[in-house]
């Protein structure tokens, strides 16, 4: 059974940083790729950042201000977000992904994490 637990959310004034963190058990993260996603009310959930073998891919939305990495060491997941801006306010969930990862599709998801509430104010 594999449980995702995200950490390091809160609020935080546009501009500033925060630092997301999975950690996994159960898991090793050696077949899917390990990612982020978004979600606000009303809205459908979005692909933001994901990793696999060394090799990134991000929404298009955070490029340059997000960076994902991961440490297999500890079984741990990141997302460090610089530059943070209203819109980035969201629920923020780690994901397990299969299939074409790159893509950042909810649908290509194999396992999720509970989420971690960002907030962005202006």
């Known amino acids: 059974q594999v449980h995702l637990v995200e950490s390091g959310g809160g609020s935080v004034q546009a501009g500033g940083s925060l630092r997301l963190s999975c950690v996994s058990t159960?898991?090793?993260?050696?077949?899917?790729?390990m990612g982020w996603f978004r979600q606000t009310p009303g809205k459908e959930r979005e692909g933001v950042a994901a990793i696999f073998r060394g090799v990134t891919a991000y929404a298009d939305s955070v490029k340059g201000r997000f960076t994902v990495s991961l440490d297999k060491a500890t079984k741990t997941l990141y997302l460090q977000m610089n530059s943070l801006k209203p819109e980035d306010t969201a629920m923020f969930y780690c994901?397990?992904?299969?299939?074409?990862?790159?893509?950042?599709?909810?649908?290509?998801?194999?396992?999720w994490g509970q989420g971690t509430q960002v907030t962005v104010s202006s």
């Open positions: 159960g898991y090793d993260f050696s077949g899917y790729a």
């Open positions: 994901a397990a992904i299969d299939g074409m990862w790159q893509r950042l599709r909810p649908e290509d998801v194999r396992y």
